[in-house]
């Protein structure tokens, strides 16, 4: 199993800034992608940003040009995402994911269980 925990979610003023992580670990042999989705009340889960192993990353079109940065450590199995010029419209519990192999044959999706983003005055 791979377990996901994810950090840095809080209370910020719009046009704030935070940054969250997720660092993966448990029985790992190899991860092939890491991102993270949203969401909000009444809403469904929805993609904010994906990277892969190879450093491909993909934003959702609502973050895109808003300073939105997914990065990630592969040595840490860690990723991050930055957020800048946030807006009221992004709060939302943050969800890291994790599309992992535990084995040669056993490859399946991971998730966090979530940190809550609140952008506020």
């Known amino acids: 199993q791979v377990q996901l925990v994810e950090s840095g979610g809080g209370l910020v003023q719009p046009g704030g800034s935070l940054e969250l992580s997720c660092a993966a670990s448990g029985s790992i042999f190899r991860i092939n992608a890491m991102g993270w989705y949203r969401q909000a009340p009444g809403k469904q889960r929805e993609l904010i940003a994906r990277?892969?192993?190879?450093?491909?990353?993909?934003y959702a079109d609502s973050v895109k040009g808003r300073l939105f940065t997914i990065s990630r450590d592969n040595g840490k199995n860690t990723v991050y995402l930055q957020m800048n010029s946030l807006k009221p419209e992004d709060t939302a519990v943050y969800y890291c994911?994790?599309?992992?192999?535990?084995?040669?044959?056993?490859?399946?999706?991971?998730w966090g269980l979530g940190t809550q983003v609140t952008v506020s005055s």
């Open positions: 994911n994790a599309d992992a192999s535990t084995s040669r044959f056993q490859r399946r999706d991971y």
């Open positions: 990277v892969t192993n190879g450093g491909t990353t993909n």
